[in-house]
């Protein structure tokens, strides 16, 4: 089986970039009329750079039709993890309402990151196969076995995991893996207070690539500890049988990250039929990737980043 | 009235110092596997744990988040502190899910307590009310809610013999942490720090290569003051309209701030960290 590409669509027209540039797999998430800019998506309805993450019924049907017409699965984004107590319940009540309107529009599996959710949707009778979102950090082998208990039929790994971590999660279970290619939070998922495109107004960046005044006056953005690229790696990952690679970015102009799925496509494609990839060539799509993203910032390779690493 | 809780999470911490003032010590590291293993294995810590018993002081176990790579090493250890006489009746702070579900296994009536790095709110962000308060109320009184504050939750970790939360405190948060206690949980707040982010490395591995770290040099906080704030087109000065926590201190693979300054005595234990 081939190792999908998995990628963000918050619009239709990102839609069709994004699977003619190569995605075997969308995620989304819809617009919910009980929030101003919030939304059950874990991306802002609007964000702080006028960006819609989220998607209104009508053209989130019409990427369904187009996709289903690819053979492009859609994921639908129900990740939020802040889902609590509200008085009659109207909360959850508004969440699990949400998901099932992005089913009855043609989703074909979910993205849940709070385990009262994962409980809770099932206790609904949504049968809806479920992806076990980032947020919910399985970062280990018990985590994983904790999590199919849940009843989820794939885990998304989180950043910040090694090579071989990935191998020794991905041997030992027999649910679907997926993992992510591209830049992500210097943070644990999960343990990131730092949130941003989540319906504020005022513009933080991502902060974690912020810098800082230390000691000695010393400025540095100490914090940045998110490698980027997998391209250098796309062998070892299809050998090892990873199931999805996914990018992120529906905070974005989705349009413009079609380059990039564009490039992993290529990659994908390339050792699938020739049994090796030519990275120089790949990489020379996107003109800033080597000096940029690469080298010291390659997310699976043993770089220095990785091997400090606790 | 809390009591006060003591984190022992440093290598050579004063065993013979005087610790009236406080009722229980919480040993091992909130997220830090390697300084976990060096606490909890100290030569004396047992004797130092007999004593503290002795004088009628709680023990507890705080652990971290394990990465994969020592996902069998920490199952060894959490066996044998399983086993030990003197922290039979020791409730553990949980900060993975994969490692209260094995603690569960193991030894099934082991009580447990949700760390920091479980529990979630909006009110945590340093502009938390920026997120919401272009919201109707009624999502605003919700999402800044802790979102154990959940009955799904609630009674699926009651199954796992989790009784107690641990957590950050800030006004939003304060009705939900009561109607939790009310649920029947503990609610212990760290007054030492608010916590905002771990990291999978130690800065001070990451920093220098030769550096294997996590003895007492990562141990220092180092204090950052926001310079510039980072987006897709470039650095930019911080708007003065947001609040970034001043200072915000890096220990560790923690990103720390202070504790917000709220009266706490209502909750059930109050956490401070060793001097
Ligand atoms: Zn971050
Ligand atoms: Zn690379
Ligand atoms: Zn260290």
Redesign the pocket.
């Known amino acids: 089986m081939i190792m999908k590409l998995k990628v963000p669509v918050n619009s239709y027209e990102a839609a069709v970039k994004q699977i003619e540039a190569g995605a075997d797999e969308i995620y989304m998430g819809l617009e919910d009329s009980h929030f101003n800019r919030m939304s059950y998506s874990a991306r802002a309805q609007i964000t702080s750079q006028g960006v819609h993450s989220n998607l209104r019924d009508e053209e989130f049907a019409r990427i369904v039709e187009y996709a289903h017409s690819k053979n492009v699965t859609v994921d639908f984004t129900a990740n939020c993890q802040h889902v609590t107590n509200s008085t009659d319940d109207f909360y959850r009540e508004g969440f699990l309402e949400y998901v099932e309107r992005g089913i009855h529009l043609g989703a074909d599996a979910l993205i849940v990151a709070d385990i009262g959710n994962l409980i809770a949707l099932r206790k609904r009778g949504i049968q809806t196969p479920i992806i076990a979102g980032s947020y919910l950090s399985g970062f280990n082998r018990e985590t994983v076995d904790f999590l199919k208990e849940l009843d989820v039929f794939r885990i998304c790994i989180p950043d910040q995991v090694t090579f071989d971590e990935i191998k020794a999660i991905k041997k030992h279970t027999d649910l679907e893996i997926e993992i992510f290619i591209g830049y992500g939070c210097s943070n644990l998922a999960g343990v990131c207070n730092f949130c941003h495109n989540n319906g504020e107004k005022i513009n933080v960046g991502v902060p974690c690539r912020a810098k800082f005044k230390m000691k000695h006056n010393k400025i540095a953005n100490i914090l940045d500890a998110c490698p980027d ?1 997998a ?2 790696s796309i062998p070892k990952l299809y050998d090892l049988g990873i199931d999805s690679l996914k990018i992120i970015g529906r905070e974005t102009d989705c349009r413009e990250v079609a380059e990039i799925t564009r490039m992993y496509k290529t990659a994908i494609q390339m050792y699938a039929e020739a049994g090796k990839i030519d990275r120089k060539e790949i990489i020379s799509a996107i003109p800033w990737w080597e000096n940029n993203m ?2 010291d910032r ?1 997310k699976y ?1 043993n770089t220095s980043l990785l091997q400090s690493y606790l | 009235m809390g009591t006060y809780e003591m984190r022992i999470d440093r290598l050579g911490f004063d065993i013979e110092q005087n610790y009236d003032t406080i009722q229980s010590f919480s040993i091992g590291h909130e997220s830090c596997i390697i300084k976990f293993f060096k606490v909890i294995q100290q030569t004396d810590l047992l004797d130092f744990v007999r004593r503290q018993k002795e004088a009628g002081r709680e023990i507890r176990i705080i652990t971290p988040f394990v990465p994969e790579q020592h996902l069998d090493e920490m199952k060894e250890v959490i066996k044998s502190i399983c086993k030990e006489e003197c922290f039979k009746d020791s409730v553990i702070i949980v900060n993975d899910f994969g490692l209260m579900s094995y603690i569960h296994k193991i030894d099934e009536n082991r009580k447990m307590c949700l760390g920091r790095s479980l529990l979630f709110s909006f009110d945590y962000a340093p502009w938390g009310h920026k997120i919401y308060e272009n919201e109707p109320e009624k999502i605003q009184k919700v999402v800044a809610q802790i979102n154990f504050y959940d009955d799904e939750k609630m009674e699926f970790y009651r199954g796992y013999h989790v009784s107690e939360i641990e957590v950050n405190l800030t006004a939003g948060t304060i009705d939900s942490l009561k109607e939790i206690q009310k649920a029947g949980f503990k609610v212990n707040v760290h007054k030492g720090s608010f916590l905002y982010g771990t990291q999978r490395s130690c800065y001070i591995r990451r920093c220098s290569a030769e550096q294997n770290c996590c003895g007492t040099e990562c141990e220092y906080a180092e204090e950052l003051e926001i310079e510039e704030f980072w987006g897709g087109a470039g650095y930019y000065k911080k708007p003065d309209d947001i609040a970034f926590p001043n200072p915000l201190y890096l220990r560790g693979n923690q990103i720390y701030g202070k504790a917000h300054d709220i009266p706490c005595d209502c909750f059930d234990g109050i956490i401070v960290d060793a001097e």
Do not use: R, Y
């Open positions: 690229c391209i250098c690469c080298h390659c390779e």
